[in-house]
């Protein structure tokens, strides 16, 4: 990751001697020296949305993943998320998955918690899951029928049973500005205490607190807003239910903003101390789709890092009239690792997409794969075993129309050396899909 440049919001270039100095700055300043990175653009799923239980709800919201490495109670991927509308329906649920695609119910019972106080009779929401050493804590939004919307907490010690913090709610709104409403919490704890960015008024601003034992609280920033909208700007609306990461010691904070226009869009903040954000440069960083299932907007998302490949699973709405939100993945990594090539074997762009033997096969090394594109399109590439397993993600990424070629080194997505066996490979773009083995002889 390219270092964060800080850079003054308050300074405004004017006339047209201002606008064409601020053009050569930012040429000079950005072109060259900082390409898009990593969690700065994202291509989503093909097969989007997933297929996540609703337990009789019309969708399903607010996802928010954990990922082990080595499995936890044999499962390494762990989104909790909550099945909406209506609000009835609208409890903190778990799914577990080994390939971040396909997600399951087993071992669980669903929902993990459901509504027992009068600070929360009327839905629970925006669950938040950190796990520090052995127990599992779990902050969520709880709010009442007269409209009054507050934060609380409950604890496990296997991610499955849960049991509600007994002087709930941790955080009330308190400030006027908030309008009595705060919710949709994030957690990180840096490994002496534990920090939570919350939303204030819905979408009036991202707020901070930290506590040493994730029970008592203490608001930072005298209560104000870390992060807010910025006028004239994709967000000028306001800025709502951000997750935040690490990655590279900065702190790297995904959130909906909602233009003035009424617009939900998602972007990306930077920061090193907690309490001062940069946003990036390409916000908005994910759009809506206009006549998809989600064309009316994006909302809450959730990222993790895995091989140098940022996953971001986030929810989002039509825009059919069927207020049916659904939770979809999409993947970015560093543009520069990538390597599909162009090859010259005709003028003309190929008629029809077509998948290749690849070659040489069987190989021990290297192996190369080549496929066409009648037209431009997003593209996956996907090695399998011969039990329908992902090994390697090759292609996930729009690519332009032209006779193609990639090189797979015999890796698995970790870069560990994969065994000898029949692999299959499939291509998907449009319509399309095509799967053919090879043989890897070591």
């Known amino acids: 990751m390219m270092g964060?440049?800080?850079?003054?919001?308050?300074?405004?270039?004017?006339?047209?001697a201002g606008i064409i100095l601020a053009l050569f700055l930012f040429n000079q300043v950005y072109a060259d020296t900082e390409p898009m990175d990593i969690g700065e653009w994202f291509d989503r799923y093909l097969d989007n949305p997933l297929?996540?239980?609703?337990?009789?709800?019309?969708?399903?919201?607010?996802p928010d993943m954990l990922f082990f490495p080595d499995g936890e109670d044999e499962y390494k991927y762990w989104m909790f998320y909550t099945p909406y509308p209506p609000e009835t329906h609208e409890n903190p649920s778990l799914v577990r998955s080994n390939d971040g695609m396909n997600f399951v119910d087993n071992g669980v019972r669903n929902p993990l918690i459901v509504r027992t106080e009068p600070w929360e009779n009327r839905h629970l929401a925006d669950p938040?899951?950190?796990?520090?050493?052995?127990?599992?804590?779990?902050?969520?939004?709880?709010?009442?029928?007269?409209?009054?919307?507050?934060?609380?907490?409950?604890?496990?010690?296997?991610g499955k049973n849960w049991i509600k913090y007994d002087s709930n709610p941790v955080i009330k709104p308190t400030q006027n500005w908030e309008n009595n409403w705060v919710g949709?919490?994030?957690?990180?704890?840096?490994?002496?205490?534990?920090?939570?960015?919350?939303?204030?008024?819905?979408?009036?601003?991202?707020?901070?607190?930290?506590?040493?034992?994730?029970?008592?609280?203490?608001?930072?920033?005298?209560?104000?807003?870390v992060l807010t909208g910025t006028v004239w700007e994709w967000d000028a609306g306001g800025v709502s239910h951000p997750d935040v990461i690490c990655h590279k010691d900065t702190l790297w904070m995904y959130y909906w903003g909602v233009s003035a226009a009424n617009r939900y869009r998602l972007g990306l903040a930077k920061s090193v101390d907690k309490f001062n954000w940069i946003k990036c440069r390409y916000n908005p960083i994910l759009d809506i789709v206009l006549d998809s299932w989600e064309g009316h907007y994006i909302y809450r998302s959730s990222p993790i890092i895995i091989s140098d490949t940022m996953w971001l699973y986030y929810s989002a709405y039509d825009d059919m009239g069927t207020t049916r939100p659904r939770i979809g993945l999409a993947k970015s990594w560093d543009k520069r690792d990538i390597h599909v090539k162009e090859e010259g074997e005709s003028g003309a762009d190929p008629s029809a997409f077509t998948l290749s033997q690849n070659y040489p096969n069987p190989f021990n090394q290297a192996t190369n794969i080549d496929f066409t594109l009648a037209k431009s399109g997003f593209v996956s590439l996907i090695i399998y075993d011969i039990l329908g397993r992902?090994?390697?993600?090759?292609v996930f990424e729009h690519v332009s129309s032209g006779y193609k070629s990639v090189l797979w080194d015999g890796k698995n997505d970790s870069g560990e050396d994969v065994a000898s066996g029949v692999y299959c490979y499939q291509i998907g773009v449009e319509n399309f899909r095509e799967t053919k083995k090879l043989v890897l002889l070591k």
């Open 128 to 158: 938040d899951v950190i796990k520090v050493g052995d127990k599992w804590y779990m902050y969520y939004m709880g709010r009442e029928r007269g409209g009054t919307a507050c934060i609380s907490l409950a604890i496990s010690d296997d």
């Open 4 to 16: 964060v440049k800080k850079h003054s919001q308050e300074r405004k270039w004017g006339g047209k």
């Open 184 to 225: 949709a919490p994030a957690l990180y704890h840096d490994g002496l205490k534990f920090w939570m960015w919350f939303c204030g008024g819905y979408a009036k601003g991202i707020e901070l607190a930290s506590s040493v034992d994730g029970e008592d609280w203490i608001r930072e920033n005298n209560g104000d807003p």
């Open 51 to 62: 297929n996540i239980p609703q337990y009789g709800a019309l969708g399903a919201v607010h």
């Open 390 to 394: 992902k090994v390697r993600i090759l």
